[in-house]
């Protein structure tokens, strides 16, 4: 009888909650660890679509990258996420900044291979990777690479004169990360989202930055993490959400 304490112990190998950033919520968010898990739902986020999900599966725990409870609750109504978790006995555990810093199945080191990055150094204090491409690129033809890659609807991007050979990657909101990706000699930064201010500081410092979009820098670590947690647990089912996307939309 696999309990959720069994699986929380294993995510400690390789992403433990000591790891988390200072303003971060990691852990076991909503449930308890004697828990008898059987059917388990990963998601970069919990959403009322995912928890439907997780519900039609018989889903013990949905395993998620954001943090159902972030912030400090002041009040909890009947449409709040931990709400629903908990009327339905669905438990949360939430591996955010621990598995963006993890170098096994971790978030940045994910994305770097989505890349198709070679010789990746991960400096998890930074929450960036570094690796070399397969060949040397332009800005604008990284950014199409970018795009594939990950499937992107739009990637936005500064065009910059440089040729290619190291790229730093910054997974969601990493955008501020363009500094030290130049201190630890990246010609270009790849991440999530990138604030306007933070596009004008990289131009006038001569970095170009990618952005691919917070959901698609960020799931592409959710399929390894489920295959490396069915390794470990065979008698359990781990599935992949097929409602993790964000709700918003691009026309």
Known sequence: MIKIKDIFEYTETFAP??????????GLLVGDMEKEVK????SLDVTPEVIEEAKALKADLIISHHPVIFSPLKALNSVSIPYLLAREDIAALCLHT??????????????AKALGLSQIELFPEDFIAVGTPERK????DLAKEVKNALNCESVEYILGEKIIERIAVSSGAG??????????????LVTGEVKHHQLLEAHALGVPIIAAGHFHTEDVAIQPLCEKLSQKFPEISFSKSENYRWISHKI
């Open 17 to 26: 909650v000591s790891s988390q950033a200072d303003f971060d919520n990691c």
């Open 39 to 42: 059917n388990v739902l990963l």
């Open 98 to 111: 621990n598995l963006d810093r993890a170098r096994d199945c971790g978030v940045n080191i994910c994305l």
């Open 137 to 140: 690129l332009s800005v604008i």
């Open 175 to 188: 955008g501020d990360g363009f500094i030290r990706a130049k201190e630890l000699g990246a010609d270009v």
